[in-house]
């Protein structure tokens, strides 16, 4: 999974106290980037906001997504998430 130059990234919430990484299996350069997501309480929070904010028109998914694809073209889309060059693409179920 890791390469020279390159970043694993986990985005979401660890469910134990600590992660070991056997970073001698890997390259000298590359990056481990580690994001957990806010308390559930916070994140109900700041949904009420961002319904209004997409309501009034003043925040669009569009902004976000680098492409859209019907779930029958997911290869489609996992080949342009591979290719580096999208920041988020969207299924469509």
């Keep these: 999974m890791v390469k020279l130059g390159g970043s694993v990234c986990v985005y979401g919430v660890i469910d134990v106290p600590s992660i070991r990484v056997d970073k001698g299996r890997g390259p000298y350069n590359f990056d481990l980037l580690l994001h957990q997501w806010p308390t559930r309480a ?3 929070a700041a949904q009420e906001p961002l319904v209004e904010w997409i309501r009034a028109g003043r925040l ?13 073209a997911v290869e489609d889309a996992f080949a342009l998430s591979r290719s580096g060059t999208a920041t988020k693409v969207l ?3």
């Design 60 to 72: 669009s998914s569009a902004e976000f997504l680098s492409a859209e694809f019907p779930v029958r």
């Design 91 to 93: 299924l469509r179920f």
């Design 42 to 44: 916070r994140e109900c």
